[in-house]
């Protein structure tokens, strides 16, 4: 059984462009959260997404969205980046929608410049 | 919205000690959640608390759920080198997404 995983893991973007992180689920798991880590921080809820639907939102603004795909992973598409953009990107994974047991991949560090 | 406030912010220990961390929040969790966090890596699930005064052991970690349900605590006895790395205390929004509010966590040291 694979667990979750994430790519690219390092990114460097400047100020302005378009990033995709990319998110494969442990398997069994339909249900993959994304978080946002700032250095020094505890990670911030971004979304949720649930049989390929937003399932739940954090305080993010719109230029943050997600895909799932049928095979349950994911993808979280920034656009406009800005400088406090930069941060560990995690995606989590759980069995079903509405369990509190979420598995961490080991993020994607993007550094915007 | 909802604070996780941890402390202490960091911690320096001998090996074999016995550690003590707390997490305490503005707003009621049904669910606490304790995780650590290695350096490059995922935060891993340590321990899942679901009833207020509930204690729960994993191995040498032991946590509280506090009875107010906006605190909780983590023990660790004994520590070894591999204890090292970040402790993180969560609370789970049960009223969306079941989406986890991370505490600012403790960064725990411990000395050979």
């Known amino acids: 059984e694979t667990g979750v995983t994430q790519s690219p893991t390092h990114l460097i973007k400047t100020r302005g462009q378009q990033v995709t992180l990319r998110c494969s689920s442990q398997?069994?798991?339909?249900?993959v959260s994304w978080y946002q880590q700032a250095l020094g921080q505890g990670p911030q809820f971004i979304f949720q997404?649930?049989?390929?639907?937003?399932?739940g939102r954090g305080n993010f603004p719109p230029r943050f969205s997600g895909l799932q795909f049928p095979n349950y992973s994911s993808e979280l598409n920034v656009n406009a980046l800005e400088l406090d953009d930069s941060a560990l990107y995690l995606c989590?994974?759980?069995?079903?929608?509405?369990?509190?047991?979420?598995?961490f991949g080991p993020g994607t560090r993007l550094t915007v410049l | 919205g909802q604070q996780l406030n941890q402390s202490p912010q960091s911690m320096f220990i001998q090996e074999g000690e016995d550690v003590s961390m707390n997490c305490t929040s503005s707003s009621i969790f049904n669910t606490w959640l304790w995780y650590k966090q290695d350096p490059g890596e995922g935060p891993v699930l340590l321990i899942a608390l679901y009833k207020a005064g509930e204690l729960t052991s994993n191995g040498r970690l032991t946590a509280q759920f506090g009875i107010t349900r906006k605190d909780s605590f983590l023990n660790i006895s004994a520590s070894i080198p591999s204890d090292v790395g970040i402790y993180f205390c969560a609370g789970v929004d049960q009223t969306g997404a079941n989406n986890l509010f991370f505490g600012t966590g403790t960064r725990l040291t411990v000395i050979p």
């Open positions: 997404y649930y049989r390929e639907e937003e399932n």
């Open positions: 398997s069994g798991h339909n249900t």
């Open positions: 989590a994974s759980s069995q079903r929608q509405g369990t509190d047991t979420q598995y």
